[in-house]
């Protein structure tokens, strides 16, 4: 933008557009949320892929309520298309905001103007009911995405698992975490171990917690600060050393 302004060139939205993608990309959010003003000055009007990222912009800066006003601007912009990625920034923000009950009428609205969800939406989803302690919310929001052929990924489930840890439902917590193992081997990793351990520790399942660190061994994954809490915690409760 700053070559286009030294060559007395007009950025346009796709200039501004690619500017703010390649700031977010970058996550230098206050520059997003800067091109935004910059393009309201030039009086450019904003497209979807623009309003988009800057909702993104206002999550990653921690202005969650100005990322869902630019959401409910663009709901009434005739001129503008919300998409999938318009909701999932959106939901994004809700976490921030841990508006959990904003999240499941977004989902609705999204059924009623019939935007398809993907894998990034009901991963955002789950993340924000996992964070507010609603496992059972989140479960069944699970169990949903599978009706709609969605295929959950590795933050998926970690997120899950967690969320049942947290609920102290360690039995599901650890029978996702077997259907983790069995369907997504290769991508399973040092937080779904973590959330499944736990689970383990919240259940003082401390022979549970043991062979999950056995198995990250055998897939020579590093313990992280927060396994190694928890692994520590549940022996401490087991009074088991190891």
Not at 133 to 140: T, Y
Not at 225 to 232: E, F, G, I
Request: hydrophobic share 50%; with cysteine.
């Amino acid at each position: 933008l700053k070559e286009m302004s030294s060559k007395h060139e007009t950025p346009d939205v796709s200039s501004f557009g690619a500017a703010m993608t390649a700031s977010a990309q970058g996550k230098v959010w206050a520059q997003v949320l800067q091109l935004l003003h910059d393009m309201a000055s030039a009086l450019v009007a904003a497209d979807t892929v623009a309003c988009n990222t800057a909702i993104s912009g206002c999550s990653g800066a921690d202005r969650w309520q100005e990322a869902l006003l630019l959401f409910n601007e663009m709901c009434v912009a005739s001129a503008l298309q919300v998409n999938v990625v318009s909701y999932a920034a959106a939901i994004t923000a809700c976490d921030k905001g841990r508006l959990w009950e904003a999240v499941l009428e977004l989902l609705e609205e999204m059924r009623s103007v019939q935007v398809e969800q993907n894998v990034v939406v009901y991963n955002a989803t789950i993340n924000v009911l996992e964070k507010m302690h609603r496992w059972q919310l989140a479960l069944a929001h699970f169990k949903d995405a599978s009706k709609h052929q969605i295929t959950p990924n590795v933050t998926s489930l970690s997120s899950l698992i967690s969320a049942c840890a947290k609920g102290d439902a360690w039995t599901q917590a650890l029978a996702l975490f077997g259907a983790a193992a069995s369907h997504i081997d290769d991508d399973v990793n040092v937080v779904t171990f973590g959330a499944a351990m736990m689970a383990c520790e919240r259940s003082g399942k401390w022979e549970h917690a043991l062979l999950l660190r056995d198995s990250m061994r055998k897939r020579a994954l590093h313990p992280n600060v927060v396994t190694y809490s928890v692994l520590a915690s549940v022996l401490e409760k087991g009074q088991q050393w190891a």
